[in-house]
């Protein structure tokens, strides 16, 4: 009996976790590519609620600087901690989640700091 109990309980988290991810997508337009990044802080603008990062191209040899625009009341993570904008410092390694608008910029998902 207690297998089954167990079995139950493992369905029941895989269908939240699944609903879950279904609830994260449901943000993005149907199709979007959603892209990730490493890299690092260089500028942060909090009154225009944007940064930019430096990362590294494909070929490990040149760098390139992608400037987000930070969505209204996003926060990060930072370690454990929850964080926003006035936390992130330059030089703050991070790795962005992002997918392209249809203007070809860069729209911030989600951004996760090292420490």
């Known amino acids: 009996m207690s297998s089954v109990k167990t079995l139950l309980y493992v369905v029941v988290i895989a269908l939240a976790m699944q609903a879950g991810g279904i609830a994260y997508c449901d943000d993005n337009a149907v199709g979007q590519t959603i892209r ?7 500028a942060v603008d ?21 400037t987000f625009k930070v969505p209204e009341g996003m926060n990060f993570y930072k370690g454990t901690d929850m964080v926003d904008i006035f936390d992130v410092s330059i030089g703050d390694p991070v790795t962005i989640e992002y997918s392209i608008d249809s203007s070809g910029n860069p729209k911030m998902i989600r951004m996760d700091i090292s420490q």
Do not use: K
């Open 46 to 66: 909090t009154f225009e609620s944007s940064l930019a990062v430096q990362w590294q191209d494909q070929d490990m040899i040149h760098y390139n600087v992608t």
């Open 36 to 42: 990730r990044m490493e890299g690092t802080v260089t």
